[in-house]
């Protein structure tokens, strides 16, 4: 039986306090599927059937503590199949449903990414611009460039990770609704640098949140509308959301953390602020493989740029990092694509190049103590197993 903890009250209780600790601790983390073997040419995929994808989730969440999970997959230009398994609030028993919304965390740097590739076509900013040309005030700026903050090679230490070793700040960011992006950016300015910037890579939040103010200083425009006209418009993204910008529509999907078999609700739509361009979109299945589809199929971003963001790669820890992205290399092939740890909720999706597949992983589970894998790789490794099987 899913035992639930009870939600606190007080605002600003010390439950509330470790709530945002958790969240700090976990936006930031780059995990991803590693299988640590070159892959070969693979064989086209036999995509299954809805019954034996559905057949396969259920069966994947079964044998795992997440309450609830979408997965989607689809070969460009057909439709793809979505299944849902699970319960999106456990208090009340809903059910999940396959278009339900998830907090996607940190598959929003993706979306950063493009617009700021879009951005440097139009030729409003380029990739190897200082950042002292938008933020001139930053310390060390000038030895810093934009690629260096899309590609994780600054040196700038993580304001997410780090927060929790930073007691002062953390408090005066957990008791406002809605940090500015000066306090943010002073967080950021007053930790200690990893390394010379593009001397090494270190996955940090910090990159994408000061790659989002220089975008609306470029554009003069909010982020979220930035984004909108973007992309999200655009392809239609009927389901995908900006918090800062979009008013989110209601919803019974809850995000939890489990500990010593006890699921904590920790859903915060309103933690936005903080995550902003680093992890703070808000999208279901469907439209995240659109956005799959159209990134990898060129409509978004011209044959330079997405070589650019897909083939310019560093080594960041034990995968390569491009520009938005990680490579994956999966037993059914090679891929691309990102994935999201935030309060409540981990998910990823991969484009699988020589199949022309996209995956996509969507649960409501964050951490579960009882395991070493996040929740959302986790149930991608066994689809990807059942995937396997039929090749």
Not at 77 to 94: C, H, M, V, W, Y
Not at 220 to 225: I, S, T
Request: hydrophobic share 45%.
């Amino acid at each position: 039986m899913l035992r639930l903890a009870k939600r606190q009250q007080n605002a600003y209780c010390a439950p509330c306090f470790t709530k945002i600790l958790i969240w700090l601790s976990l936006i930031c983390i780059p995990y991803v599927w590693y299988s640590g073997t070159a892959a070969a040419a693979k064989p086209s995929i036999l995509l299954p059937t809805a019954a034996e994808w559905q057949a396969a989730l259920d069966q994947a969440r079964a044998n795992s503590s997440i309450p609830a999970a979408v997965a989607g997959i689809a070969v460009c230009d057909q439709s793809p199949l979505i299944a849902a398994s699970g319960l999106a609030n456990l208090a009340d028993n809903t059910p999940v449903l396959p278009d339900d919304c998830f907090a996607v965390g940190s598959i929003t740097k993706t979306f950063v990414a493009v617009a700021a590739l879009q951005l440097a076509e139009e030729n409003r900013l380029a990739l190897d611009d200082p950042l002292a040309k938008y933020m001139p005030a930053f310390p060390n700026a000038e030895a810093i460039t934009l690629r260096h903050l899309m590609q994780h090679t600054s040196g700038l230490a993580d304001y997410v990770r780090h927060c929790e070793g930073m007691p002062r700040l953390v408090q005066a960011l957990v008791l406002l609704d809605k940090p500015t992006q000066e306090e943010v950016v002073g967080l950021i300015s007053a930790l200690p640098i990893h390394f010379a910037p593009g001397t090494g890579c270190a996955y940090s939040s910090s990159n994408y949140y000061l790659l989002g103010i220089v975008i609306e200083r470029v554009t003069g425009q909010a982020l979220g509308q930035v984004l909108h006209e973007r992309i999200i418009d655009p392809l239609a993204l009927t389901s995908t959301y900006f918090p800062s910008y979009d008013q989110l529509p209601s919803s019974a999907m809850r995000g939890y953390l489990r500990n010593k078999a006890v699921y904590y609700d920790l859903t915060s739509w309103e933690s936005a602020p903080l995550a902003w361009a680093a992890g703070a979109l808000v999208s279901n299945a469907t439209d995240l493989i659109r956005f799959s589809e159209v990134l990898f199929g060129g409509g978004l971003l011209s044959p330079d740029s997405l070589a650019e963001m897909t083939t310019h790669r560093v080594a960041c820890g034990n995968l390569e990092y491009g520009l938005g992205l990680y490579t994956y290399d999966l037993a059914i092939g090679n891929g691309l694509g990102h994935n999201g740890q935030t309060l409540g909720f981990s998910t990823q999706f991969c484009y699988l190049v020589e199949s022309d597949v996209t995956l996509v992983v969507l649960t409501n589970l964050t951490y579960d103590d009882s395991t070493s894998l996040f929740p959302a790789t986790s149930i991608l490794e066994k689809l990807v197993a059942v995937l396997t099987e039929t090749m």
